[in-house]
Protein backbone atom coordinates (compact mmCIF):
# COMPACT_ATOMS: atom_id res chain seq x y z
CA UNK A 1 0.00 0.00 0.00
CA UNK A 2 1.30 3.44 -1.00
CA UNK A 3 0.79 6.81 1.12
CA UNK A 4 -2.13 7.81 2.86
CA UNK A 5 -3.45 11.56 2.40
CA UNK A 6 -5.95 13.21 4.01
CA UNK A 7 -8.33 16.36 2.75
CA UNK A 8 -10.66 18.00 4.30
CA UNK A 9 -14.16 20.42 3.12
CA UNK A 10 -15.65 22.52 5.14
CA UNK A 11 -18.30 24.90 5.20
CA UNK A 12 -16.88 28.09 5.85
CA UNK A 13 -13.70 28.38 3.05
CA UNK A 14 -13.94 27.60 -0.68
CA UNK A 15 -11.30 26.37 -2.46
CA UNK A 16 -9.71 23.99 -5.07
CA UNK A 17 -9.67 19.90 -4.60
CA UNK A 18 -6.42 19.53 -4.44
CA UNK A 19 -5.89 17.36 -7.05
CA UNK A 20 -7.64 19.36 -9.76
CA UNK A 21 -9.43 22.67 -10.29
CA UNK A 22 -13.28 21.70 -9.24
CA UNK A 23 -14.02 24.20 -6.31
CA UNK A 24 -15.15 22.42 -2.96
CA UNK A 25 -16.18 23.76 0.19
CA UNK A 26 -18.55 26.70 1.69
CA UNK A 27 -22.08 26.14 1.50
CA UNK A 28 -21.90 23.06 -1.06
CA UNK A 29 -20.05 21.24 1.63
CA UNK A 30 -22.23 17.49 0.50
CA UNK A 31 -21.09 18.27 -2.88
CA UNK A 32 -17.14 19.02 -2.14
CA UNK A 33 -17.41 15.86 0.13
CA UNK A 34 -19.04 13.83 -3.18
CA UNK A 35 -16.00 15.05 -5.39
CA UNK A 36 -13.39 13.65 -3.50
CA UNK A 37 -15.01 10.35 -3.01
CA UNK A 38 -16.46 9.48 -6.52
CA UNK A 39 -13.55 11.47 -8.79
CA UNK A 40 -10.43 10.80 -6.44
CA UNK A 41 -11.16 7.57 -4.28
CA UNK A 42 -11.22 9.53 -0.96
CA UNK A 43 -13.56 7.71 1.96
CA UNK A 44 -15.27 9.99 4.75
CA UNK A 45 -13.40 9.32 7.76
CA UNK A 46 -15.27 11.76 10.34
CA UNK A 47 -18.06 14.40 10.28
CA UNK A 48 -18.56 17.12 12.35
CA UNK A 49 -18.78 20.88 14.05
CA UNK A 50 -16.76 22.98 15.05
CA UNK A 51 -16.80 26.71 16.54
CA UNK A 52 -14.46 29.98 15.67
CA UNK A 53 -14.09 33.16 16.11
CA UNK A 54 -14.85 35.66 13.44
CA UNK A 55 -11.18 37.81 13.39
CA UNK A 56 -13.46 41.01 12.65
CA UNK A 57 -16.05 41.05 15.18
CA UNK A 58 -15.01 38.26 17.52
CA UNK A 59 -18.61 36.48 16.97
CA UNK A 60 -18.90 32.66 17.09
CA UNK A 61 -18.79 30.86 13.76
CA UNK A 62 -20.43 27.27 13.70
CA UNK A 63 -18.81 25.21 11.24
CA UNK A 64 -19.31 21.76 9.70
CA UNK A 65 -16.90 19.51 8.28
CA UNK A 66 -15.85 16.13 6.31
CA UNK A 67 -12.56 15.15 6.99
CA UNK A 68 -11.78 12.44 4.25
CA UNK A 69 -8.46 9.96 3.51
CA UNK A 70 -7.38 8.14 0.19
CA UNK A 71 -5.12 5.25 -0.14
CA UNK A 72 -2.79 5.97 -3.44
CA UNK A 73 -4.57 9.17 -4.33
CA UNK A 74 -3.99 10.76 -7.38
CA UNK A 75 -0.78 13.16 -7.52
CA UNK A 76 -1.95 16.76 -6.03
CA UNK A 77 -2.53 19.53 -8.87
CA UNK A 78 0.25 22.50 -9.22
CA UNK A 79 -1.43 25.55 -7.70
CA UNK A 80 -2.31 28.61 -9.82
CA UNK A 81 -0.21 31.06 -9.63
CA UNK A 82 -3.22 33.26 -8.24
CA UNK A 83 -3.31 31.31 -5.53
CA UNK A 84 0.25 31.22 -4.45
CA UNK A 85 0.16 35.12 -4.86
CA UNK A 86 -3.11 35.04 -2.80
CA UNK A 87 -1.24 34.18 0.35
CA UNK A 88 1.87 37.00 -0.10
CA UNK A 89 1.80 40.82 1.33
CA UNK A 90 0.97 43.00 -1.09
CA UNK A 91 4.37 44.51 -2.01
CA UNK A 92 5.37 40.80 -2.42
CA UNK A 93 2.74 40.28 -4.93
CA UNK A 94 4.00 43.62 -6.65
CA UNK A 95 7.35 42.23 -7.50
CA UNK A 96 6.26 38.94 -7.88
CA UNK A 97 4.26 40.30 -10.96
CA UNK A 98 6.84 42.46 -12.24
CA UNK A 99 9.35 40.04 -12.34
CA UNK A 100 6.68 37.88 -14.39
CA UNK A 101 5.87 40.19 -16.85
CA UNK A 102 9.26 40.98 -17.40
CA UNK A 103 10.00 37.21 -18.03
CA UNK A 104 6.94 37.24 -20.03
CA UNK A 105 8.58 40.45 -22.64
CA UNK A 106 11.98 38.98 -22.78
CA UNK A 107 10.69 35.87 -24.05
Same mark, same amino acid.
Not at 53 to 72: E, H, M, W, Y
Given at each position: MGKSRLASVDTLQTGSCDHCDVSVGGPDLADGANHYSEAHGYKVVHVGGFTS??? =???? %? #????? /????? =???? %? #????? /??????????????? /???KLLSQDSEG
Open positions: SDP =NTGR %P #LQQSI /VVLQA =NDPP %P #LRTPA /VREILEGLPEETRRE /VAK
